[in-house]
């Protein structure tokens, strides 16, 4: 194969990068890139299990002297996002990635670069190749399906792995140090209704103009949720005017703030008049509390028709709920700057066959918190007469003050760089959680390089920082045999 990247350190996991590169590997794809894996462990004569999901864990054993060391896992996932430019002509499931080096900067042609995760497996491989390093045993673990949902590693067997630390590489910043994530769940809440006719004066009142954004990087922004907007008005409404909903949509996915919320109500007695004035108004003191936030809130409101209305008592219901159902951010960290403890995002109103639902994200540097919220919004949707279902649990990554991989992660870089680390957390899900749910007291630091538009086909990463942040691992593997 014809190699881009030249004159450059470190030369070995630079090419394990063009190497993985021209191999398939978009999320659910894993079976070529964990089929090189296997022969690559083999070839060397290294211990290596591929299962059924195509997760990957290759073993090897400490370097001499060091063959009876606590073993550090090394984890990083296979998969990557397959994003491209609408122009370029690309097959994923057949095609290699087109790298291309400019100045410090490589980035691949047209689509994902897969940065993320490229550099955890090359690293991986670098390490287990060379033969002259210090090192502890090595539990080199690379998952599938990471970038659809964790997959790959929630169905990992946990008792292939001894090693109770490890060094995440899913993390991109060199001299960030990922020391916690969410955990999280979803919460659905349905209300059941059944149609009546529709009578009155109907009113359509859509939401739109706000900011949106994902509701685990963004949620301590205080964007506008347009679903939570118009809970308020329409129990703005309620105080004055008898109504039925004949319709509620809002959002489209749950991990996003929702922008947009459209609903269409039925006023009764000749009250439409007020209830547009009660909206202007309500409309004109949330403009004025998002001035700062998300400044361009428009709520439209137009006269509508409806042959037929949800019943009273279920349009009450979900005047109650949209108005009282919490959301946004419920607490801030004390002890990582800027993060997030916990939140959560009304994400998605929809109208099912019989029933609203609402779609509720949870989110939570601690596994308690997460219960308990979902527990809050069980609790006020069932005492509100709905329905309440708690699904999809992944765990979290706590934040351990004590954790020594960190710690020594941190003194390592300061001895390389004479620069001072800083410590990182992320308000999402990470595999470091699933890990740390699955291996109780697992002791996790995560590193990267400094690299940017993750998911798009403008990723890059620096090569300078890649190959600094290679001997930031190197170090850290290093020391780890002195530190006992
Ligand atoms: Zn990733």
Redesign the pocket.
């Known amino acids: 194969m014809e190699y881009v990247i030249h004159g450059r350190e470190p030369a070995d996991a630079l090419r394990f990068f063009e190497e993985i590169s021209a191999i398939p590997r978009a999320s659910r794809n894993e079976a070529g890139i964990a089929a090189y894996m296997k022969k690559f462990a083999e070839d060397r004569g290294l211990w290596v299990h591929v299962d059924e999901n195509n997760n990957v864990v290759i073993k090897k054993p400490g370097s001499p002297g060091c063959e009876h060391l606590p073993p550090v896992m090394l984890q990083g996932?296979l998969d990557i996002v397959p994003e491209k430019n609408q122009d370029t002509v690309h097959d994923w499931e057949k095609d290699g990635l087109k790298l291309q080096v400019k100045g410090d900067i490589l980035t691949a042609t047209g689509t994902t670069l897969g940065c993320?995760?490229g550099y955890a497996l090359s690293y991986m491989l670098a390490v287990l190749d060379r033969k002259d390093l210090r090192h502890p045993p090595l539990e080199c673990v690379m998952t599938a399906m990471?970038?659809v949902g964790l997959i790959g590693a929630m169905k990992i067997d946990p008792s292939l792995i001894t090693a109770r630390r490890m060094i995440g590489m899913?993390a991109g910043g060199e001299g960030g140090f990922l020391a916690s994530s969410a955990g999280g769940n979803y919460v659905f809440v349905r209300v059941p209704f059944h149609y009546v006719e529709g009578r009155g004066d109907g009113l359509s009142i859509r939401i739109r103009g706000l900011d949106g954004g994902h509701s685990g990087g963004l949620i301590h922004m205080e964007k506008g949720n347009s679903n939570k907007i118009l809970g308020r008005i329409l129990y703005n409404v309620s105080k004055e005017c008898l109504f039925n909903i004949a319709a509620i949509t809002g959002g489209f996915k749950g991990n996003a703030i929702p922008r947009e919320a459209d609903c269409v109500i039925m006023v009764q007695n000749g009250m439409a008049g007020r209830a547009r004035e009660i909206i202007a108004a309500t409309e004109q003191e949330i403009a004025r509390e998002l001035a700062f936030s998300d400044k361009n809130l428009k709520v439209l409101v137009d006269t509508a028709s409806a042959d037929k209305m949800l019943n009273l008592e279920a349009s009450r219901k979900i005047v109650h709920l949209s108005h009282v159902l919490p959301n946004g951010v419920m607490m801030r960290s004390m002890a990582i700057e800027g993060l997030t403890n916990a939140s959560l995002n009304v994400g998605v109103v929809t109208m099912e066959e019989g029933c609203v639902k609402y779609e509720i994200t949870v989110r939570s540097a601690e596994d308690s918190l997460v219960r308990s919220i979902a527990e809050v919004v069980a609790d006020i949707a069932e005492t509100a007469g709905a329905e309440v279902e708690i699904t999809g649990t992944y765990p979290a990554f706590s934040f351990d003050p004590d954790s020594q991989m960190r710690r020594i992660a941190m003194e390592v870089y300061q001895a390389q760089s004479g620069k001072e680390g800083k410590v990182k957390a992320v308000h999402g899900g990470t595999e470091a959680g699933v890990f740390r749910g699955l291996l109780p007291g697992l002791d996790i630091v995560g590193i990267g390089p400094n690299s940017g538009g993750?998911h798009t086909p403008e990723e890059w990463v620096d090569l300078c920082s890649y190959e600094r942040a290679f001997n930031l691992l190197l170090g850290i593997l290093d020391r780890l045999c002195d530190e006992q």
């Open positions: 996932h993320d995760d990471e970038e899913d993750a």
